[in-house]
Nanobody
Framework: VQLQASRGGWVQAGGSLRLSCAAS????????VGWFRQAPGKEREFVAG????????YYADSVKGRFTVSRDGAKNTVYLQMNSLKPEDTAVYYC?????????????????WGQGTLVTVSS
């Protein structure tokens, strides 16, 4: 499975940004796609995830109500819409795929990773 994330960017606090993650290859071997992020000096953390079939979603508490994860099955693409961005959302964001039954888990549960993309939120 190959995952290609879109380019991140720079945005002012309160702004919005949308990331996409296009999957190709043996996507049928995965059930969920998750978004993770890693800020400088911090550990990687789970942000949001979605199940290909059924669209079940799961969010970290820190982004609930601000971020929305969605998918387009026809395009094998998952999106992360980020609204009301805060400086503490600044990080390198990664999409990853897993055979997990439902979204969530940790990075160890995900075997396929896209390249990281930097999101910078200025105050």
């Amino acid at each position: 499975v190959q995952l290609q994330a879109s380019r991140g960017g720079w945005v002012q606090a309160g702004g919005s940004l949308r990331l996409s993650c296009a999957a190709s290859g043996r996507t049928f071997s995965t059930n969920v796609v998750g978004w993770f992020r890693q800020a400088p000096g911090k550990e990687r953390e789970f942000v949001a995830g979605i199940r290909w079939n059924g669209g079940n979603t799961y969010y970290a508490d820190s982004v609930k109500g601000r971020f929305t994860v969605s998918r387009d099955g026809a395009k094998n693409t998952v999106y992360l819409q980020m609204n009301s961005l805060k400086p503490e959302d600044t990080a390198v964001y990664y999409c990853a795929a897993s055979p997990l039954r439902n979204p969530g888990g940790t990075g160890l549960d995900y075997g396929y990773w896209g390249q990281g993309t930097l999101v910078t939120v200025s105050s």
